[in-house]
T-cell receptor, first 114, second 117 residues
Framework: EAGVTQSPTHLIKTRGQQATLRCSPISGHTSVYWYQQALGLGLQFLLWYDEGEERNRGNFPPRFSGRQFPNYSSELNVNALELEDSALYLC?????????????FGEGSWLTVV | AQKVTQAQTEISVVEKEDVTLDCVYETRDTTYYLFWYKQPPSGELVFLIRRNSFDEQNEISGRYSWNFQKSTSSFNFTITASQVVDSAVYFCALSEQNTGTASKLTFGTGTRLQVTL
C-alpha cells in the first residue's frame, strides 16, 4: 500500500513568487496535515484539513494557504515567497480526526527560495 | 500549553552500544498521546510508536524499547545493540485529546544519533 506521497521533491523559486506543493494521503485517510521544517526552527504545524475543510492552522501568515480536494489530496500554496520560507515541507495523513490517530508522513518537498 | 523537550541535541555511539534518547513532555490534558518518529537523511518522518496516556506499559519491539513514566512526564527510547542504520534524527511528539489542539503534533527539537563502526 502506498504511503503519503508528495510532489515535487525539490522546488526552487525566486523571492516574491508563489509555490504550490501537492500531497496524496494514504488510501482511506481523510485528514491531511502540513508541517514546515526550517533549519533551526524544528517541525512547525502549518495546517490541518479534514473532509475538504480547514480545521486548524498554526501560527503562520495568511500567505500560507491550501486546500483539500474531494479525493482527499491536498495542495499547499505559499504566496509572496520570502527567503525564510526555504524549508522542508512535510505532508502527513491520518484516519478521520487526529486525536489519538497515528499521523504518517511523506518524504517532504524541499523548497528553496533564492 | 503543550511542550516536548529533548535535551540531547546529538549523541554519538559506536556500533553495538546501547543508547537511550530522552523525552520529557508537558501537558495539562489528562488524555494525550506520545509518539516517536525517526528522520533519516532522506527527510521522511518514519513512525515508530504511539502510546496513550492511560497505557504506562513499557514496550519492546526488536532492538527498540520505550519507557513511559507519567510520574516524571518522560517517554524515553532505548536502542539496544545500535547499528549504523540507526543513524538518524529522532523526534518525540505529543498530541492532546482537546479538540482545539488535537490536530497538531508538538515536536521536540530532535536528537541526532550517529552510530559509527
Amino acid at each position: 500500500e502506498a504511503g503519503v506521497t508528495q510532489s515535487p521533491t525539490h522546488l526552487i523559486k525566486t523571492r516574491g513568487q508563489q509555490a504550490t506543493l501537492r500531497c496524496s494521503p494514504i488510501s482511506g485517510h481523510t485528514s491531511v496535515y502540513w508541517y514546515q521544517q526550517a533549519l533551526g526552527l524544528g517541525l512547525q504545524f502549518l495546517l490541518w484539513y479534514d473532509e475538504g475543510e480547514e480545521r486548524n492552522r498554526g501560527n503562520f501568515p495568511p500567505r500560507f494557504s491550501g486546500r483539500q480536494f474531494p479525493n482527499y489530496s491536498s495542495e499547499l500554496n505559499v504566496n509572496a515567497l520570502e527567503l525564510e520560507d526555504s524549508a522542508l515541507y512535510l505532508c502527513a495523513s491520518s484516519l478521520a480526526g487526529p486525536s489519538g490517530n497515528t499521523i504518517y508522513f511523506g518524504e517532504g518537498s524541499w523548497l528553496t527560495v533564492v | 500549553a503543550q511542550k516536548v523537550t529533548q535535551a540531547q541535541t546529538e549523541i554519538s555511539v559506536v556500533e553495538k552500544e546501547d543508547v537511550t534518547l530522552d523525552c520529557v513532555y508537558e501537558t495539562r490534558d489528562t488524555t494525550y498521546y506520545l509518539f516517536w518518529y525517526k528522520q533519516p537523511p532522506s527527510g521522511e518522518l518514519v513512525f515508530l510508536i504511539r502510546r496513550n496516556s492511560f497505557d504506562e506499559q513499557n514496550e519492546i519491539s526488536g532492538r527498540y524499547s520505550w519507557n513511559f513514566q507519567k510520574s516524571t512526564s518522560s517517554f524515553n527510547f532505548t536502542i539496544t545493540a545500535s547499528q549504523v542504520v540507526d543513524s538518524a534524527v529522532y523526534f518525540c511528539a505529543l498530541s492532546e485529546q482537546n479538540t482545539g489542539t488535537a490536530s497538531k503534533l508538538t515536536f521536540g527539537t530532535g536528537t541526532r544519533l550517529q552510530v559509527t563502526l
